[in-house]
């Protein structure tokens, strides 16, 4: 079993920038492809960002390229999103999940076996 807990998300402006972190509970954290998906009102899941097991090969959405980054820390069971360049089109509550050993598929939401509460985000203009 995996939990996973976000923080890190808030109000801020168009520019801004945000840091997100999820931090896993559990053994084996080294072993979980990590990804970070994010739901705006109405909307489906959208994937944001991912890295692959095993050799954590990031991924990132075409449409956040440049502005969005994923890291992890293994050893603190923690993985991170780094957003730059907010506008008010990111805002979403955004989501961390983990897949065991997930080398394809990660942009489809229901291939992770475990998903975070949530950590909202809102970008105001």
């Known amino acids: 079993q995996v939990q996973l807990v976000e923080s890190g998300g808030g109000s801020v402006q168009a520019g801004d920038s945000l840091r997100l972190s999820c931090v896993a509970s559990g053994e084996s954290f080294s072993h979980y492809a990590m990804g970070w998906f994010r739901q705006a009102p109405g909307k489906d899941y959208e994937f944001v960002a991912a890295d692959t097991w095993p050799y954590y090969k990031r991924h990132v959405a075409d449409s956040l390229e440049g502005r969005f980054t994923l890291s992890r820390d293994n050893a603190e069971n923690t993985v991170f999103l780094i957003m730059n360049s907010l506008k008010p089109e990111d805002t979403a509550v955004y989501y961390c999940?983990?897949?065991?050993?997930?080398?394809?598929?990660?942009?489809?939401?229901?291939?992770?076996?475990?998903r975070g509460q949530g950590t909202q985000v809102t970008v105001s203009s």
């Open positions: 999940a983990a897949g065991w050993e997930l080398v394809a598929d990660f942009t489809t939401p229901e291939v992770y076996g475990y």
